[in-house]
């Protein structure tokens, strides 16, 4: 998405969060650190913010939750605040952790709740807010809502309460569709993690992913950033597997990381309501998740750290 820098007049590709700044009366783009701190003066730079990783892919049983719940716990084991946000109505998080909280990701949304006050406790530095059935009548209340809002609800109600003052990362498990639950989460978030099982069929799921950016961007003026393409359900004994991984790898060159292996571990840990660090912390599928979370802290520290606008 091209824009013009508010300060200098120069065109440039809206790439990072710290380069658009919201407050009450308007949106001012930047198109370099030293613009912006030019155009705000000492509101350009305040405390840094939750990065916001959506897990999405709009095809099924891609491991989504898997990767969601293990990336937030992996992140949480190395020292990083974090909160885990399950957008789907499945309840999936909560199942394969064997949490329920008393209020969901309904409350949130509709009620305006506190997401403080929802957030289950997991850990040390983990929170979930889990969701459930009562998700579905969130989206019908969605769909009564202003069309030029209810893209953007979810991310009112989680800056109006701070959240991302309070964690570090907020990492979104987003269901398997296009609907406003996920243009929610689209909206809210900085960038995306795609998982991608090493099947022909998955290759359209990513192609499917790439056009609901593109929408995202186009119709909600939100820049969001594939971060990563995510390998899942690899079994290098298949010639298919092999040629899955080679296309992605050709195609999303340094993006695509290392695959997730199959693994009975990772398959049973849900069964036992534990991350696979709990549950296997020797496993292949622990040592797989190990490397993405280190890929996730290396990609953020040689990108520009994202910075709250005066909305956030």
């Not at 991310?155 to 609907?179: A, F, W």
């Not at 003026?221 to 393409?229: C, D, K, Q």
């Not at 359900?233 to 296309?247: K, Q």
């Not at 292996?261 to 998740?289: C, M, N, V």
Request: glycine share 6%.
């Amino acid at each position: 998405m091209t824009k013009l820098c508010s300060t200098c007049g120069d065109s440039f590709a809206l790439t990072y969060v710290y380069q658009l700044a919201v407050t009450a009366e308007t949106r001012r783009f930047f198109c370099s650190l030293s613009c912006r701190q030019r155009g705000l003066g000492a509101e350009a730079f305040r405390a840094p913010r939750a990065r916001r990783i959506a897990i999405l892919n709009q095809k099924g049983g891609t491991g989504k939750t898997t990767t969601a719940v293990n990336v937030a716990a992996g992140l949480a084991e190395r020292g990083h605040r974090s909160l885990l946000v399950d957008t789907d109505a499945q309840g999936n998080v909560g199942v394969s952790l064997g949490v329920s909280g008393e209020r969901s990701l309904y409350h949130v949304l509709v009620e305006e709740h506190d997401p403080e006050s929802i957030a289950v406790p997991l850990g040390n530095r983990l929170d979930a807010i889990t969701s459930d059935a009562t998700l579905a009548a969130a989206e019908i209340w969605l769909a009564r809502q202003n069309p030029e809002q209810r893209s953007r609800i979810m991310t009112h109600r989680l800056n109006q309460m701070k959240v991302s003052r309070r964690y570090e990362y907020v990492i979104l498990d987003c269901g398997p569709s296009l609907n406003l639950l996920n243009q929610n989460a689209l909206s809210y978030a900085d960038e995306v993690v795609i998982p991608v099982t090493c099947d022909y069929l998955a290759l359209v799921g990513v192609k499917q992913v790439l056009r609901t950016i593109k929408d995202i961007e186009r119709h909600l003026g939100h820049a969001v950033r594939i971060s990563a393409v995510l390998p899942t359900f690899y079994d290098a004994r298949t010639r298919l597997a092999r040629e899955v991984l080679s296309t992605l790898q050709g195609h999303f060159k340094e993006k695509c990381i290392g695959p997730i292996r199959k693994s009975t571990r990772l398959a049973e840990a849900p069964s036992r309501r534990k991350t696979i660090f709990e549950y296997a912390p020797r496993s292949h599928g622990a040592e797989d998740y190990e490397r993405v979370v280190s890929w996730l802290l290396r990609d953020r520290a040689q990108a520009p750290a994202p910075f709250a606008s005066a909305a956030a």
